[in-house]
C-alpha cells in the first residue's frame, strides 16, 4: 500500500486518513430507517481464534451489512447502532438469526423478537446430537464388553450419503441393520432432509409436525 500511495504522488498516511475519514463519516451520516429483520453471526478474520460481529438487515429487497464489531461478545453485539430504536420498540426487529451469547442480548433488547435458524444451523445442530448419541452408545458398548461396531463411524452418520465412497456405503448398509439408538437417531436425520423439498409453508409445517 506504501508502493502504491508513492506512484500516485502521496503518502501512505494521507491514503489513511482519507480511507478512516470515509469509514467515520459513512455511519455516522446514514439512516437507517425502520429494520424488521436482523441476521447476527461471527467471522473468524485470522489464525488464533479472531472473530468480529456481524450485523446485516436481511429482508426483501434489502440486504445490507450494519456493523462490524471487534470480537463475538455480548458487548460487541451490545453497541450496534440502532439499539435505541429496538429498546423503544421492540418489534422493529422481527426476526433474527443468529447463535451463541447474541441471544442474550436480543431476548432484552427485542423481546418480541421471533429467532431463525436458517438450514446450515439446523443441520449442524441434527448433526451435534447425531454425535453425542454415537458417542454416549459406544461408551456404554465398551463398559459392557460388546462388539465395537460404531468405531470409526462418525464420519458415515454425519457426511451426505453422496458424499460416501462404495466402501462407505457397503460399511454404512452394515451399520442400518443394527437396532441401535444411534442408528434410529441417524434415520431420523435423514427423514428430516424432506423438509427441504416443501415450497408451500402448510405442508411444510405438516411435516414437521408428523417428524416430531
Avoid at 433488547?109 to 459406544?138: G, P, Q
Avoid at 468405531?151 to 451399520?175: D, I, M, P, T, Y
Avoid at 441417524?186 to 415450497?199: G, M, P
Wanted: net charge positive; glycine share 6%.
Amino acid at each position: 500500500m506504501q508502493r502504491n500511495a508513492e506512484e500516485v504522488g502521496t503518502s501512505w498516511d494521507t491514503v489513511f486518513d482519507a480511507v478512516e475519514h470515509v469509514v467515520t463519516w459513512g455511519p455516522e451520516h446514514r439512516t437507517l430507517g425502520r429494520i424488521d429483520s436482523i441476521g447476527v453471526d461471527e467471522i473468524q478474520y485470522a489464525k488464533g481464534h479472531k472473530y468480529l460481529t456481524l450485523v446485516y438487515q436481511i429482508e426483501i429487497g434489502i440486504t445490507r451489512l450494519l456493523r462490524v464489531g471487534k470480537e463475538r461478545t455480548i458487548e460487541s453485539f451490545q453497541g450496534f447502532s440502532p439499539q435505541r430504536a429496538m429498546k423503544s420498540s421492540p418489534r422493529s426487529c422481527s426476526s433474527a438469526q443468529t447463535c451463541g451469547s447474541y441471544l442474550k442480548v436480543i431476548r432484552e433488547k427485542c423481546s418480541a423478537a421471533l429467532h431463525i435458524l436458517d438450514r446450515f444451523h439446523i443441520v449442524a445442530k441434527m448433526n451435534k446430537a447425531l454425535d453425542e448419541v454415537r458417542a454416549e452408545v459406544a461408551r456404554g458398548m465398551r463398559r459392557e464388553g460388546r462388539a465395537p461396531i460404531l468405531k470409526k463411524s462418525r464420519w458415515l452418520l454425519l457426511k451426505h450419503s453422496e458424499n460416501l465412497g462404495e466402501v462407505q456405503h457397503f460399511r454404512l448398509r452394515e451399520l442400518l441393520c443394527y437396532n441401535l439408538k444411534t442408528i434410529r437417531a441417524y434415520l431420523l436425520k435423514e427423514a428430516f432432509q424432506q423438509l427441504w423439498d416443501y415450497s408451500s409453508p402448510a405442508w411444510a409445517a405438516k411435516f414437521l409436525d408428523e417428524w416430531c
